[in-house]
C-alpha cells in the first residue's frame, strides 16, 4: 500500500475549516477580451477560470490565487501581466468565486492537475505557442508547487509569490497541531521537499514586511528548489497583502525578466 500524500493526511475537517476563506463572485460582467472557462473537477463539481489573453507568441501565466482572494479580483491586474509580457489564466478553487463544491486541502492539490490539463487544451485550440508558466500566491504556492514537481515536463517555469515551505508553522497559526488533530507523523512531502524535484525556471517573489509567511520561507524555498535557474526577489516596503499594489517596479519587474529569459 502506498503512503499517504502529505497534503491528504492534513484534509482535516478541523484544518479545512479553518484554512480556507471562500467567497462568493459579486456578480459583475467580464471585462472586455476575457472568458470564463468551467471546468469540471467532480462529478457536479465545477471550478472557475478567468482567461485573458495576449499574444499567442507570448508566455502564458497559469495563476493560482491566495486565500480569500478570487479570480474577479484580479481583473484589474490582467493588464498588469500583459504589459510584463504574459496572457493570464487565474483559477478558482472549489467553493470561490463561481465555483462549486466545498473547499479542502486534498482538492486543493487534486484540482490543479485537472485545470492545468483544461489549461493546456485551451491554449492549443487558440493556437498559444509561447511557453506555459505555473505561478502560485500565498495558499497557491500548494498548487503550483504540485504542478512543477510532478508535471515539469509540461510546463517551463515557475513562480512563487509570498509561498510557503512548511505547512506546520501555519497551523500553528490558526491554533491547529498535529497530536490536537490526531494526526501523529506526518508521511509525505511539504512544498520545500516538493521543490526538490523542481528543475524548471524558478522565480520567487516575497515581501520583506510578511508576517504571516516571514521571509524564511522564501529562502527555503530557494535553498531545496533543484533548479539551476533560480532567483528570490525580496520586495521592500511591503508585507503579505500589499506586495502586488505596492511591489511596482521590483516586483513587475522581475516578472517581466524572468518571462524573457524562457523565450530567450
Known amino acids: ?17 479553518s484554512v480556507f476563506f471562500p467567497r462568493p463572485d459579486d456578480g459583475r460582467p ?8 468551467r471546468i469540471a473537477v467532480d462529478q ?22 491566495g486565500n480569500g482572494e478570487i479570480v474577479s ?25 463561481r ?3 466545498q473547499p479542502s486541502i486534498r482538492n486543493l492539490i487534486r484540482d490543479a492537475h485537472t485545470v492545468l490539463d483544461a489549461a493546456l487544451e485551451l491554449l492549443h485550440e487558440r493556437g498559444h505557442t509561447g511557453p506555459l508558466v505555473i505561478m502560485g500566491r500565498s495558499l497557491g504556492s500548494a498548487p503550483a508547487i504540485e504542478l512543477a514537481s510532478e508535471r515539469g515536463d509540461e510546463i517551463s517555469g515557475l513562480i512563487i509569490e509570498s509561498g510557503f515551505a512548511q505547512s506546520l508553522p501555519l497551523l500553528a497559526l490558526f491554533g491547529l497541531s498535529l497530536g490536537a488533530l490526531g494526526l501523529g507523523k506526518v508521511i509525505g512531502m511539504d512544498n520545500e521537499d516538493k521543490l526538490a524535484r523542481v528543475e524548471s525556471p524558478l522565480l520567487l517573489l516575497h515581501a520583506e514586511g510578511d508576517v504571516l509567511l516571514p521571509p524564511w520561507h522564501a529562502q527555503r524555498n530557494l535553498e531545496h528548489a533543484a533548479s539551476s535557474q533560480k532567483r528570490l526577489e525580496m520586495i521592500p516596503n511591503t508585507d503579505h497583502n500589499t506586495i502586488i499594489a505596492f511591489g511596482g517596479q521590483r516586483y513587475w519587474g522581475a516578472i517581466n525578466e524572468f518571462l524573457l529569459s524562457l523565450r530567450s
Open 73 to 97: 479580483d484580479y481583473d484589474g491586474l490582467a493588464p498588469a501581466y500583459h504589459q510584463a509580457g504574459a496572457s493570464l489564466i487565474c483559477a478558482e478553487y472549489r467553493g470561490y468565486g
Open 99 to 101: 465555483s462549486t463544491g
Open 30 to 37: 467580464l471585462p472586455q477580451g476575457s472568458e470564463e472557462m
Open 1 to 17: 500500500m502506498s503512503k499517504p500524500h502529505f497534503f491528504e493526511l492534513l484534509d482535516h475537517p478541523a484544518v479545512n475549516a
Open 44 to 65: 457536479g463539481t465545477t471550478v472557475s477560470a478567468r482567461y485573458s489573453p495576449s499574444g499567442s507568441h507570448l508566455p502564458t501565466i497559469l495563476h493560482f490565487h
